[in-house]
């Protein structure tokens, strides 16, 4: 198993202004993911994180939106940037490893934009 | 048509009750199936597996119909515990994994 870690927890954020979410996992994982998960809605898919290279974003999210960094197999950011009231969400972080049938996830980020 | 169906829910039903949720899956590629449980406000964690002969655990069955293309969830003698919402997920080996909008019950007393 693994126990993901995130923070900050929530933030109320201004419009036009970033943030970045921290996801730590306690052990080395093959498979990292960002999700947003709207109130009463299910999880969107933003996209992979890959180790050493350039994140895999899924339709409708661009990197200049939501960079995302992998520096090594257990560490990952996401920066919302220019914010709007639009991106208020839960942010969830995810991990798998490889030929595994458990997908685990952080806690979450409950992210207000006034 | 969406990759992943469930039922709309809420479902309310009476601590006690049988309780069961469908999921309909579009590619027929897949090749492993899930249900998650996310309690309000928590994230979402696997509940169990669903194999091709279906299987239980404990108060939960879950079976596979891959000509139908269909996944379900049975729920015996439901507790207030149950109360959440029900993710069914679906995966090609070695890709995404793909969450339905999930079901929501509330079990009464």
């Known amino acids: 198993s693994a126990v993901i870690s995130q923070k900050p927890s929530r933030d109320i954020c201004q419009r036009g202004t970033s943030l970045t979410i921290q996801c730590q996992v306690d052990s080395q994982v093959t498979m990292m993911f960002w999700y947003r998960q709207q109130p009463g809605q299910s999880l969107t898919l933003i996209a992979t994180?890959?180790?050493?290279?350039?994140?895999?974003?899924e339709s409708g999210f661009v990197i200049d939106k939501f960079p995302i960094s992998r520096p090594n197999l257990t560490f990952s950011t996401l920066t919302v940037s220019n914010m709007s009231p639009e991106d208020s969400s839960i942010y969830l972080c995810s991990a798998r490893t490889s030929g595994s049938n458990e997908q685990f996830f952080g806690p979450g980020t409950r992210l207000t934009v006034l | 048509r969406k990759e992943v169906e469930q039922d709309p829910g809420p479902f309310n039903v009476p601590e006690g009750a049988t309780v069961a949720f469908n999921c309909t899956y579009s590619n027929s590629a897949s090749q492993s199936f899930f249900w998650y449980r996310q309690d309000c406000r928590k994230e979402p964690k696997l509940l169990m597996s669903v194999y091709s002969s279906g299987n239980e655990d404990g108060r939960f069955t879950a079976q596979l119909n891959r000509a139908s293309q269909y996944i379900s969830l049975l729920i015996r003698d439901s507790k207030l515990s149950d109360s959440a919402t029900y993710l069914c997920?679906?995966?090609?080996?070695?890709?995404?994994?793909?969450f339905g909008p999930g079901t929501r019950l509330s079990v009464l007393p």
């Open positions: 994180a890959n180790q050493g290279s350039e994140a895999t974003y």
């Open positions: 997920v679906v995966a090609y080996y070695g890709q995404n994994f793909v």
